[in-house]
Nanobody, 126 residues
Framework: QVQLVESGGGLVQAGGSLRLSCAASGRIFSSYVMGWFRQAPGKEREFVAAMGWSDGITYYGNSVKGRFTIARNNAKTALSLQMNSLKLEDTALYYC???????????????????WGQGTQVTVSS
């Protein structure tokens, strides 16, 4: 079992910044990839960013490249998402997710992740 808890969401003005955190516990030694997804009302769950848990290689969705940065701690127990130059369309519920080694297909596919946090709300205002 893997438990994930997101934090850091809130209300921010367009052009501002927020930093989200995800604390992981449990059987994280089996993790292969850890990432962030987001979902706004009426829209599909969207890939935001991911990191290979062993090699540290990062991947980003096209809509956030150059603005968001994903990072991990040395113990591989926490993941962060630094969000800069926020736009109105970044408003969504943001989820932290972990995928085990046996189900991986693509970093951007929700089906590659089998553990999810409860989500943290990010609201960008004008």
């Amino acid at each position: 079992q893997v438990q994930l808890v997101e934090s850091g969401g809130g209300l921010v003005q367009a052009g501002g910044s927020l930093r989200l955190s995800c604390a992981a516990s449990g059987r994280i030694f089996s993790s292969y990839v850890m990432g962030w997804f987001r979902q706004a009302p009426g829209k599909e769950r969207e890939f935001v960013a991911a990191m290979g848990w062993s090699d540290g290689i990062t991947y980003y969705g096209n809509s956030v490249k150059g603005r968001f940065t994903i990072a991990r701690n040395n113990a591989k127990t926490a993941l962060s998402l630094q969000m800069n130059s926020l736009k109105l369309e970044d408003t969504a519920l943001y989820y932290c997710a972990v995928g085990s080694s046996g189900i991986f297909k693509s970093y951007s596919f929700p089906s590659s992740y089998n553990y999810w946090g409860q989500g943290t709300q990010v609201t960008v205002s004008s």
